[in-house]
């Protein structure tokens, strides 16, 4: 199985079909702590979350549905790395 390396300050995805840059549909697998907080009604709410481990499966273009095309690009200099 391939997995994809998410962006980082240095880098961003791009469309290889269509040169999206922005919108895409992510898998991610992730290993998670949680804090839940049981309401007294008895519903719970995750107060607290923390990622011990994942890894992106997939990424396809939002806009073309191109799957296995998008690619892993510098960004440009002083471009601003947004979370």
């Given at each position: 199985m391939t997995t994809f390396s998410a962006p980082d300050a240095?880098?961003?995805w791009r469309?290889?079909?269509c040169g999206n840059l922005t919108r895409f549909d992510v898998v991610r697998v992730s290993r998670t702590r949680e804090f839940w907080h049981q309401?007294?009604?008895g519903a719970p709410v995750v107060e607290e979350?923390?990622?011990l481990d994942g890894?992106?499966?997939s990424v396809?273009?939002?806009w073309c549905a191109g799957g296995?095309?998008?690619e892993l690009v510098a960004r440009p200099v002083g471009a601003p790395a947004t979370s």
């Open positions: 240095d880098t961003r469309c290889t079909q309401e007294l009604s979350s923390q990622v890894e992106i499966e396809a273009c939002r296995g095309s998008v």
